[in-house]
Every structure is written in C-alpha cells, then in structure tokens.
C-alpha cells in the first residue's frame, strides 16, 4: 500500500453502502482525487465534518485499484460553517466548486492554480470579504483563463484591433470591433466592461464601486461565456441568488 500526503479542498461527496462516502477533492499536489473516507457516515467517525464540501483539510491517503483511501484528515479551514449557513453563500460556493470539478477533468494530474484560485475565492466567499456574485463572477473569469479561455474586455477578440470596443461575443471571445461583431452580439455598457476586466485581474476597488445594474449585466455575460467553454450548463448556476 503507498501513502501519500497532500492538501485539499471538498468539492462535492456522495454515498458508498451504509456507512462510507466517496469524497472528490481539488489537492494542491495530486490535481482532482476521488477517495473513500470509510465510516464517515457513523456517529462515531472520527473525521466527522471535516469531509464535507468547502473545507479545506490536510490529509493522508493510500492509493487504491479505483479509488484512493483517506486514512487521516486534519482541517485546515472550516470554510463550510461560515458558507453552509447562508443561502446567497452557499449557491454562490456551490458554483465554484461545480466549475473547479469540471475545469479539472482528469485526476492525479497536477492543477496547483485551479487549487490556490479555489482556495482564495473561497476564502474571500467565507469572510465576506466582497458582495457573493462578485467574487463569483471574478473567480470564474480567471478560472476559465487559467483553462485557457482568457476572455478580452478591450482589444478585439478576433482581430486584435485596441479597444474599447462596444459589443461583446461569447463565441468570438468577448470584445469584439464594429467588423468583427457577429449577429447577435450584445452591447453592454462601458461601465460593465469595466468592471468585467477589473474582475478578470482581481482590481477590488472598481469592482466593489460598480454600480448594481452593470453587475447584472456583468454576471449574465460572465454566465454564458462559462457555460459555453465548459459546453453544457452548469446545474448549480441557477440556484445563485442574485441580488
């Protein structure tokens, strides 16, 4: 049996027989880990809560024929208690974590900026550090450019041409020039390109003094470019409440 240590984020869990669950992990060494924690699910499970989605544990594992095996766990963080009680909080999480699973499709490989994108924007959720959609939105923006798929707020997408630009292409990779503007594009104001690339780079100060209608219209767009990289919907997406 070899054993190996590693930090890791809860994503998501589900049942295994009467007493056990099948926890998946984003680690910080080993990329996305499915694992047994074997009975977890008694009283008396000496892991308790801290297996549950959002904490942040440290732990040991034995690799296994088809799942790996938790056979410690210590926590780090105890994001959930503070994101689990709040609704806005919690749908907002549960979006990220969704994101983090899909971004990182194959396990055991490495994925370190997935990992710390993860673990800050978490973080950020659980001490309120900024409004939820916020953070939410700037966390997909660069979890998506982290994938590959770096959207563009001024230059044009396609042609390269200095912005800013007035219309905005899911497909074309956002901004796009008056010649490159596919049918159907949407125009959003200056204000939300603004505050969309304040998003992508972190810039806190424009984000959390944009007004609530270009977060709106900011969030929408953000929704769509997500959803059409990744290819199919994200089911906790329409859970998020939006103020």
Sequence with gaps: MSLYRDEAIVLRTHSLGEADRIVTLLTREHGKVRAVAKGVRRTSSRFGSRLEPFMRVDLQLSTGRTFDVITQAETLDTFGRSIAGDYALYTTGTVMLE????????????????????????????????????????????????????????????????????????????????????????????????LLAALLVGDWDVADASAERHRGEGNGLVAAFCQFHLERSLRSLPMVERV
Excluded: I, M, N
Aim: proline share 9%; with cysteine; glycine share 8%.
């Design 99 to 194: 994101t983090a699973e899909r971004l990182v499709a194959d396990e055991h490989e490495p994925a370190l900026q997935q990992h710390r994108l993860l673990v800050g924007a978490v973080r950020s959720l659980a001490l309120r550090a900024h409004a939820p959609g916020l953070v939410l939105d700037s966390y997909l923006l660069r979890a998506l450019a982290v994938a590959g798929w770096a959207p563009s707020f001024t230059d044009c997408a396609r042609c390269g041409e200095p912005g800013p630009h007035r219309a905005f292409a899911v497909a074309s990779g956002g901004a796009v020039c008056a010649r490159c503007r596919p049918p159907g594009s949407a125009a959003p104001a200056p204000e939300t390109f603004a």
